[in-house]
């Protein structure tokens, strides 16, 4: 079987690459650490919080003219260059991975036409995260999680100081027109890209989605749109 693979946005169709059979993912794991305490047996397991980064390995090749045979190997290197993106398979298109980097094994030349190579995905955490979770939400479609905890993004509009109010944790944001908050990245900033973290005060962990049920609010006359940024193992 032949298989599409989308990486930074582009598919491997469009240099006639396919991925030569279903990918083997690695489950993800929890980051722990390990404590011996004197006089007990065994070993106690801490959970650190957070997902160890996995390796997804992929089978590809392709078939050209074997005059653009070493030209089409260049495409496809520039393309698995890219760092900090995304990827994604056409056996789950509604989910993608976030990937670090890319490692290539050498290209082997099986025939005059036709190239083989594998490629190692490393990726952040071993998360899949859900495409529909990288569009705005309204306050009442994130109330419910069914996935793990997750790190939203906040926009913000409106004019003067609010409170928004996340699972009882709250923080305050002085708003001029509009204002982001990037919960992973920890960072606020205005649509524009102008920096803006002076405009808020309170901890960027207690405004991540946790699993299950979750209460959003935010202060009267403000219009609140929410990046959910919903993930699954």
């Known amino acids: 079987m032949m298989m599409e693979v989308e990486y930074n946005g582009i598919p491997g169709s469009n240099f006639g690459v396919y991925a030569k059979n279903l990918p083997t993912i690695p489950p993800a794991v929890k980051k722990a650490s390990s404590v011996e305490i004197a006089g007990r047996d065994g070993t106690l397991y801490l959970l650190d919080g957070g997902y160890e980064s996995t390796e997804i390995k992929v089978d590809f090749n392709w078939i050209g003219k ?7 190997w260049g495409q ?33 030349h099986t025939t005059a036409r036709i190239g083989n ?13 859900l495409v529909e979770g990288q569009n705005e939400h309204s306050i009442e479609d994130v109330g419910w999680n069914p996935y793990e905890i997750s790190c939203p993004v906040y926009k913000i509009y409106g004019e003067g100081k609010c409170d928004l109010v996340v699972n009882g ?13 990037d919960t992973e990245r920890e960072l606020a900033y205005r649509e524009d890209g102008t920096l803006s973290n002076t405009a808020i005060s309170g901890d960027y962990e207690e405004l991540f989605l946790q699993e299950g049920e979750n209460s959003v609010t935010i202060t009267e ?10 993930r699954r193992l």
């Not at 496809?76 to 290539?104: A, T």
């Not at 709250?170 to 908050?181: D, E, F, S």
């Not at 006359?221 to 940024?229: A, Q, T």
């Open 117 to 129: 190579f594998s490629a190692s995905f490393l990726t952040e955490n071993g998360l899949r995260y």
């Open 221 to 230: 006359g403000f219009e609140l749109k929410i990046i959910p940024n919903w």
């Open 66 to 72: 074997e005059e653009q045979w070493i030209d089409r």
């Open 169 to 181: 944790n709250h923080m305050t944001a002085n708003v001029g027109q509009n204002l982001v908050i």
């Open 76 to 108: 496809i290197q520039k393309w698995l260059s890219e760092r900090n993106s995304h990827l994604s398979f056409g056996s789950d298109p509604s989910c993608f991975y976030k990937i670090m980097k890319v490692e290539l094994d050498q290209a082997e």
